[in-house]
């Protein structure tokens, strides 16, 4: 049988071994036919599509285990302001994007990502004023770089109905001035007041930020993602959505949908039962514990090193999650946890025993998203339930420079000293899942790759890399990246690696990974990305 696609002169890495081959891999429909040494002429046919990888890396697409599809289509379309240096920069920044029209009629609203005052000359947060008077008739929301927080005007605020006399939601606080007026800054859960207005859009726009986001994601060559669903106001996105798309045919990318834990399960079970496909799929329940350390809202076993009143906040009722984890593993559901603190990873370990205990081991794979910081001792947990770490190294470098890092401030030295222990993890879990968090960062893999290999911020600090011992190799990060993440969703058997039999999703590297420095890692791109067996994007 010939090949409907030949991929020749290929540095192949399979996924399976540490080392890549020199070979080939044949595609016959959506599947992966053979793969090996040499040239494979002999399967192609006259009607074979032969690409020539010059030496390049092969590999399985990249599977993004922790993504939010929606806000990170909104990401393509909206201004990013991460690089502004001050309050006035960010608003004449939107203020600039406005005058193009980028956000419709006079009644829509402007909404920008990334700020952050941490990165800005003054460290000083914004306030509405500065918006209002940019803005005074439309609504503004723009999210700040770790999405955990909202800057807002007066308008949006009315619309949200957040006064002097509005409550701080549980989980969230309102900001707010000396006489109790808001500032306009809504931290944590009371982002939500907001959001759930902001990013009310029609089946129609969502397709169209979707596509927009997909467009990226197979120049990336990320062929699956998990997409956690839930913000602070419920779930961004609708599922039955994704189905028309894909039963359209316009997926490019594999979508496994994790929907609000805190939601109706059993409605999520019906959405497991009836969006079923090779490329969508109800795959886990999510929810956040915590929130950051660097706002000192991930909740920690010791208090924060320069805030000493202070150990975190839980987003929701922990009780509310101690009582629907176990009712999710009942279900067969697999639980995806949001925990940047020590004390929140501890609950999650705590719930997926109880689960357990309750109701025996199944085939749930219950994760830990994000595993900032665990305390050593709970560290073997993660292989004794067979919890999954789910992480993203680029978090690493929050910052430009290693001097500018907040995490040994607010954490202090010793415990900065043991953050993002991703080696110890893999050696617990036996897996590794690896995503992007985008858009709280941007989801090219190399970036990822490069900070899991190296652990350095961007001004090459500290020597050796943060924490060294607990470096990955580039096998064991692009391992995570595919196989880990698809092992966490309960597809190793379709998806992951390059073997017969496998969804032919793969990408073809602009050079040999194996062969560059890390800094050159960073440099790399995809020339090439088959999804379910054809070519979707080509340099």
């Given at each position: 049988?010939?090949?409907?696609?030949?991929?020749?002169?290929?540095?192949?890495?399979?996924?399976?071994?540490?080392?890549?081959?020199?070979?080939?891999?044949?595609?016959?429909?959506?599947?992966?036919?053979?793969?090996?040494?040499?040239?494979?002429?002999?399967?192609?046919?006259?009607?074979?599509?032969?690409?020539?990888?010059?030496?390049?890396?092969?590999?399985?697409?990249?599977?993004?285990?922790?993504?939010?599809?929606?806000?990170?289509?909104?990401?393509?379309?909206?201004?990013?302001?991460?690089?502004?240096r001050s309050e006035e920069e960010a608003v004449a920044r939107m203020v600039a994007a406005a005058e193009t029209g980028i956000f419709g009629g006079e009644d829509s609203w402007v909404i920008g990502f990334g700020w952050y005052h941490v990165f800005w000359d003054n460290k000083q947060l914004p306030s509405h004023e500065s918006l209002d008077a940019a803005f005074p008739d439309r609504p503004v929301m723009l999210?700040?770089?770790?999405?955990?927080?909202?800057?807002?005007?007066?308008?949006?605020?009315?619309?949200?109905?957040?006064?002097?006399?509005?409550?701080?939601?549980?989980?969230?606080?309102?900001?707010?001035?000396?006489?109790?007026?808001?500032?306009?800054?809504?931290?944590?859960?009371?982002?939500?007041?907001?959001?759930?207005?902001?990013?009310?859009?029609?089946?129609?726009?969502?397709?169209?930020?979707?596509?927009?986001?997909?467009?990226?994601?197979?120049?990336?060559?990320?062929?699956?993602?998990?997409?956690?669903?839930?913000?602070?106001?419920?779930?961004?996105?609708?599922?039955?959505?994704?189905?028309?798309?894909?039963?359209?045919?316009?997926?490019?990318?594999?979508?496994?949908?994790?929907?609000?834990?805190?939601?109706?399960?059993?409605?999520?079970?019906?959405?497991?039962?009836?969006?079923?496909?090779?490329?969508?799929?109800?795959?886990?329940?999510?929810?956040?514990?915590?929130?950051?350390?660097?706002?000192?809202?991930?909740?920690?076993?010791?208090?924060?090193?320069?805030?000493?009143?202070?150990?975190?906040?839980?987003?929701?009722?922990?009780?509310?999650?101690?009582?629907?984890?176990?009712?999710?593993?009942?279900?067969?559901?697999?639980?995806?946890?949001?925990?940047?603190?020590?004390?929140?990873?501890?609950?999650?370990?705590?719930?997926?025993?109880?689960?357990?205990?309750?109701?025996?081991?199944?085939?749930?794979?219950?994760?830990?998203?994000?595993?900032?910081?665990?305390?050593?001792?709970?560290?073997?947990?993660?292989?004794?339930?067979?919890?999954?770490?789910?992480?993203?190294?680029?978090?690493?470098?929050?910052?430009?420079?290693?001097?500018?890092?907040?995490?040994?401030?607010?954490?202090?030295?010793?415990?900065?000293?043991?953050?993002?222990?991703?080696?110890?993890?893999?050696?617990?879990?036996?897996?590794?899942?690896?995503?992007?968090?985008?858009?709280?960062?941007?989801?090219?893999?190399?970036?990822?790759?490069?900070?899991?290999?190296?652990?350095?911020?961007?001004?090459?600090?500290?020597?050796?890399?943060?924490?060294?011992?607990?470096?990955?190799?580039?096998?064991?990060?692009?391992?995570?990246?595919?196989?880990?993440?698809?092992?966490?969703?309960?597809?190793?058997?379709?998806?992951?690696?390059?073997?017969?039999?496998?969804?032919?999703?793969?990408?073809?590297?602009?050079?040999?990974?194996?062969?560059?420095?890390?800094?050159?890692?960073?440099?790399?791109?995809?020339?090439?990305?088959?999804?379910?067996?054809?070519?979707?994007?080509?340099?």
């Amino acid at each position: 049988m010939n090949a409907d696609i030949l991929i020749r002169n290929g540095s192949v890495f399979d996924s399976v071994s540490d080392e890549p081959y020199g070979g080939y891999v044949a595609i016959s429909g959506n599947r992966i036919m053979e793969t090996g040494q040499g040239d494979g002429a002999a399967l192609a046919g006259p009607n074979t599509k032969v690409i020539d990888a010059k030496g390049g890396t092969v590999m399985a697409g990249f599977h993004d285990s922790h993504t939010h599809l929606l806000m990170a289509g909104m990401y393509t379309a909206y201004p990013n302001l991460s690089d502004c240096r001050s309050e006035e920069e960010a608003v004449a920044r939107m203020v600039a994007a406005a005058e193009t029209g980028i956000f419709g009629g006079e009644d829509s609203w402007v909404i920008g990502f990334g700020w952050y005052h941490v990165f800005w000359d003054n460290k000083q947060l914004p306030s509405h004023e500065s918006l209002d008077a940019a803005f005074p008739d439309r609504p503004v929301m723009l999210l700040n770089a770790e999405a955990h927080g909202v800057w807002v005007n007066s308008k949006a605020m009315r619309i949200a109905g957040i006064d002097e006399n509005t409550p701080d939601p549980k989980g969230g606080e309102i900001l707010r001035r000396p006489d109790g007026r808001p500032s306009g800054i809504l931290s944590e859960g009371a982002s939500g007041l907001v959001t759930k207005y902001a990013c009310d859009f029609d089946a129609e726009r969502e397709k169209e930020l979707i596509g927009r986001f997909m467009a990226g994601a197979a120049a990336n060559g990320i062929t699956s993602i998990c997409d956690v669903m839930p913000y602070f106001h419920g779930n961004m996105g609708h599922i039955p959505v994704y189905s028309q798309m894909d039963r359209s045919g316009s997926l490019t990318v594999r979508i496994h949908a994790a929907p609000d834990l805190l939601g109706d399960l059993d409605e999520v079970v019906e959405w497991q039962r009836a969006y079923s496909s090779e490329k969508l799929k109800v795959a886990h329940v999510k929810q956040f514990l915590d929130g950051v350390s660097t706002t000192h809202t991930a909740l920690m076993l010791e208090p924060y090193a320069d805030d000493p009143q202070s150990r975190g906040i839980a987003m929701f009722p922990l009780s509310d999650i101690r009582r629907a984890v176990p009712e999710a593993h009942r279900r067969g559901l697999s639980v995806k946890l949001h925990s940047c603190g020590d004390a929140s990873a501890r609950f999650a370990l705590d719930c997926y025993e109880e689960a357990i205990n309750n109701y025996g081991k199944n085939d749930c794979r219950h994760a830990i998203e994000h595993c900032e910081y665990i305390d050593g001792e709970d560290i073997p947990r993660f292989g004794e339930l067979g919890a999954v770490p789910s992480v993203q190294p680029e978090h690493l470098a929050l910052t430009q420079s290693y001097a500018e890092n907040p995490y040994r401030e607010t954490m202090g030295e010793k415990r900065a000293g043991r953050c993002w222990r991703y080696r110890s993890l893999l050696r617990s879990s036996g897996h590794i899942a690896i995503g992007s968090d985008c858009p709280v960062v941007n989801n090219n893999p190399f970036l990822e790759i490069y900070r899991g290999i190296s652990r350095v911020h961007d001004d090459g600090e500290p020597a050796g890399g943060w924490n060294p011992e607990e470096k990955l190799t580039l096998a064991e990060v692009l391992r995570g990246y595919t196989l880990g993440s698809a092992w966490a969703a309960l597809r190793e058997g379709e998806l992951g690696s390059i073997e017969s039999g496998k969804l032919a999703d793969i990408i073809i590297i602009d050079r040999d990974l194996f062969a560059s420095e890390p800094r050159e890692i960073k440099k790399a791109s995809v020339s090439v990305t088959i999804f379910d067996g054809r070519v979707v994007y080509e340099k």
